[in-house]
């Protein structure tokens, strides 16, 4: 790949001169050329830069959302040649959405690394939305996402189901309880994730299905942050199994059923619908275990 994109590449993510040119292994004289030989080639200026900080332009956006795609698309083309040669290697590029990626995904990695050491996994955490995205514009070579999702561009496998409930904190009056109705549900704060996420998705699901809206609701954009304000005591939640197990069996958290829950969705891994694989990203299809939540 072009040097000169790379170098880009590396001082937008860096946002610092100085930095890229350490992690280059180049002087900081020599970044600057390459960045000025980029502007002349394009004949744009591409990035604003001062003392302090490095922007890019509008042009700069442009240029650096295609170099990343180029990137990706070098990097799987030359593990692809390498797999007709060697066993499975190099980078892979991971996306998954957080209940996936936060709670489960660090055990199937271990066991890639067990298996096939020289494979050099980078993980990125989003909502399904954002991972779909970066899959598609290939900024990932594989995702994991949660619920539905379908689009003409990509393969959507699912491999798991995910068994949802209905979360209190264990010092709740319905903790032990069991069940609930769901009018007595509609009356709580629900805390619950942005649009875009596979969790909330679930939630909106669960509330069309029962006929009503939350009297209030909060949303934050991690699943961490949701249990701990649901252990405080700020309100009642809908997640994953496989993201309270550790807080239901110490006791601070308890898992409720109500009509129409648990709620059962699918995890399901995406990849651009190409007959080109990786043997790295065959060997992690293959680690994905089904029957998880």
């Known amino acids: 790949m072009d040097q000169a994109l790379l170098v880009f590449i590396t001082v937008v993510e860096r946002g610092n ?6 992690e280059l292994h180049m002087t900081q004289p020599a970044v600057s050329q390459y960045i000025q030989s980029l502007e002349r080639a394009m004949g744009a200026r591409l ?20 170099a ?7 990097l799987k083309m030359h593990n692809l040649v390498d797999d007709l040669l060697h066993n499975a290697g190099g980078e892979l ?7 996936y990626g936060e709670y489960i995904l660090p055990h199937v990695i271990a066991r890639l690394r067990t298996a096939y050491p020289l494979v050099k996994p980078r993980i990125t955490i989003g909502n399904t939305r954002d991972i779909a995205a970066a899959v598609l514009h290939s900024h990932l070579e594989i995702g994991v996402v949660e619920g539905e999702l379908q689009h003409e561009k990509l393969i959507v496998e699912p491999f798991a189901e995910d068994s949802m409930y209905i979360i209190v904190s264990g010092s709740h ?22 649009p875009g996420s596979g969790t909330r998705a679930a939630a909106d699901k669960l509330f069309a299905r029962l006929g009503f809206t939350p009297k209030e609701t909060m949303e934050f954009g991690s699943t961490q942050i949701i249990k701990e304000s649901v252990e405080a005591g700020l309100g009642i939640t809908l997640l994953s199994s496989s993201a309270v197990r550790k807080e239901v069996s110490l006791g601070t958290l ?7 829950a648990p709620v059962s969705r699918k995890f399901s891994w995406i990849m651009q619908n190409t007959e080109f694989r990786t043997r790295a990203a065959e060997v992690f299809i293959e680690l994905l275990e089904p029957g998880i939540g």
């Open 17 to 22: 001169f100085t930095r890229s040119a350490e």
């Open 47 to 66: 990035l604003d830069r001062t003392n302090k900080y490095v922007k890019l332009t509008r042009a700069g956006q442009i240029v650096y959302e295609h």
């Open 68 to 74: 990343v795609q180029m990137k990706g698309l070098y």
């Open 93 to 99: 590029t991971i996306g998954a959405s957080y209940t």
């Open 173 to 194: 009056k319905w903790a032990g309880q069991g069940v609930i109705p769901a009018e007595e549900a509609a009356k709580e704060i629900w805390i619950l994730r942005e």
């Open 254 to 260: 308890a898992m409720l059923q109500i009509p129409g």
